[in-house]
């Protein structure tokens, strides 16, 4: 039974897990949707032109982004936005799947020891966090010191995607507080030149616009991106702590099968695994 185990575990380690970056069409499509109804309101309402206006775009855009660069560091902006990109072009990782990959590598550890698991490792690149333990039980360091460190990644981790998503709520409570601002620059500039009737158009067109993109920017871009990545961050969580007790378990050379217990405990009912049953 053991041979047979481990004869199909390492048939399993022998394919590339490595998942290839996707555009996540739910994020994209969503966006691009609302943009678009939008965008086909006003042409349907016979003015375009109307909704274009530079000094309004500055107030809104160039406002957010430098208020909300004052209340971070520009180092946390770029990692908000590297983020950000990473959740548009995600590589999908299945909870399930990975839960399998894992008891595969145990298995081989458990029969063959912990150095047999080396040649494999390669094969596990779409998984940095484990190969990054498995390194480590490979070059002696002990599961539970192993598991010490992980645990420190995935906190570390944890509050990196936990600012990148205070950036985006932020972005979003921002961006309707300065089209507020533009709104009275452009009230105060019309009120200022009632004599002259050119110059209310432009002031109104300032006034309210900036509102609109305002709106716009929170509840079509930064909100959802904020509410995408908070949602991907709590999938890469599981996934990583899956990583940390497998590589555990395997620096203590425990058996699969309790390993696989405890994997089931992390897991929705949904992803299970039942790899010995």
Known sequence: MATDLERSAEHGLSHPVGGKA???LATVLGILAAIGLIAAAI???GTPSAFVDG???LIVF???FGVTAACFSLQDMLSAFKDVTQTVF???HDARASAIRMLQVAQ??????VLAIQSYIPALEGHPMLVQGLNMVVDGTSGDEAERIMQREVQAQAQ???RSVSILRKAAELSPAMGLIGTLVGLVQMLSNLEDPSTIGPSMAIALLTTFYGACLANIIFNPLASKLERNAAEDMI???LCVTAVGSIGRQENPRRLEMLFNTMLPPSKRVDYFG
């Open 22 to 24: 996707a555009v996540d």
């Open 43 to 45: 042409v349907l309402g």
């Open 55 to 57: 000094p309004a775009m």
């Open 62 to 64: 160039g406002g957010t």
């Open 90 to 92: 995600r590589t999908q």
């Open 108 to 113: 081989v550890a458990r029969y063959r020891g």
């Open 160 to 162: 990196r995607n936990a």
């Open 239 to 241: 996934i990583n702590h």
